[in-house]
């Protein structure tokens, strides 16, 4: 029996198609230069970390 968990998860996985690019939005690059030494490459990628305003705030 397949828990509801992995039923979820099946079903929000095949609602998509993984597609290959070099540089996706300018993110790679973003990456590579930061491992390279400059930390604020990054500063610019948009993330959505949810939770709910209490969590969001601490």
Do not use: C, W
Not at 8 to 21: G, N, P, Q, R, V
Not at 23 to 37: C, E
């Amino acid at each position: 029996m397949r828990s509801a968990y992995n039923a979820l998860s099946s079903e929000a996985l095949s609602t998509f198609d993984l597609i290959a690019t070099s540089n996706p939005q300018g993110f790679s690059q973003r990456i590579q230069a930061y491992l390279t030494g400059n930390y604020h490459s990054i500063d610019e990628i948009p993330v959505n970390p949810g939770g709910t305003p209490f969590q969001q705030q601490v």
